[in-house]
């Protein structure tokens, strides 16, 4: 119960250091929104370079999209098997059942050997990802610019008690 405190603090500092550095509400949620919605790319292993030139590409804040990037990592994982199925219904194609345990083994023996050996289930997967993109970049950036619109003011005054 700690740690969550603990994650719960530091996201508030980090949000803090960000907004006092002169970014936003509506820019901050921008740019989280971006970095959650691309963390959950299907391909393991791409989304810190994606985000990086997305970043660098639209002239956006580098730590914070990387921030919102790692913060989302999980959900990429967890998020492949729905992207999967989007994508096989939408193009109508019909894979063999592919576990969670194969998919990470396959990972663990290298990532160019993963996509090497599922290129199929990630193309399928990306065509999922990339219907899925639009709704959840919208929904994820409206509830983040009003939450930060209101809250915003709050976070730059607080003080977040930082370990030493």
């Given at each position: 119960?700690?740690?969550?405190?603990?994650?719960?603090?530091?996201?508030?500092?980090?949000?803090?250091?960000?907004?006092?550095q002169g970014l936003s509400p509506f820019k901050l949620a921008l740019v989280i929104a971006l970095g959650i919605t691309l963390s959950v790319f299907p391909?393991?292993?791409?989304?810190?370079?994606?985000?990086?030139?997305?970043?660098?590409?639209?002239?956006?804040?580098?730590?914070?999209?990387?921030?919102?990037?790692?913060?989302?990592?999980?959900?990429?994982?967890?998020?492949?098997?729905?992207?999967?199925?989007?994508?096989?219904?939408?193009?109508?194609?019909?894979?063999?059942?592919?576990?969670?345990?194969?998919?990470?083994?396959?990972?663990?023996?290298?990532?160019?050997?993963?996509?090497?050996?599922?290129?199929?289930?990630?193309?399928?997967?990306?065509?999922?990802?990339?219907?899925?993109?639009?709704?959840?970049?919208?929904?994820?950036?409206?509830?983040?610019?009003?939450?930060?619109?209101?809250?915003?003011?709050?976070?730059?005054?607080?003080?977040?008690?930082?370990?030493?």
């Open positions: 119960m700690q740690k969550f405190f603990n994650f719960k603090s530091n996201v508030a500092l980090s949000l803090s250091k960000l907004l006092k391909i393991l292993g791409t989304t810190t370079i994606i985000c990086t030139l997305v970043a660098l590409l639209f002239h956006l804040n580098l730590p914070a999209i990387q921030l919102a990037n790692y913060a989302a990592f999980p959900l990429q994982v967890i998020l492949f098997f729905p992207f999967l199925k989007l994508g096989e219904k939408l193009s109508e194609i019909s894979l063999d059942p592919l576990s969670k345990v194969q998919l990470i083994s396959t990972f663990e023996e290298g990532v160019f050997h993963a996509i090497q050996e599922l290129s199929r289930y990630l193309i399928i997967a990306c065509l999922g990802w990339s219907l899925a993109f639009l709704p959840i970049f919208t929904i994820l950036f409206f509830c983040l610019w009003i939450i930060l619109k209101n809250y915003g003011p709050i976070l730059v005054q607080s003080k977040v008690p930082h370990k030493a």
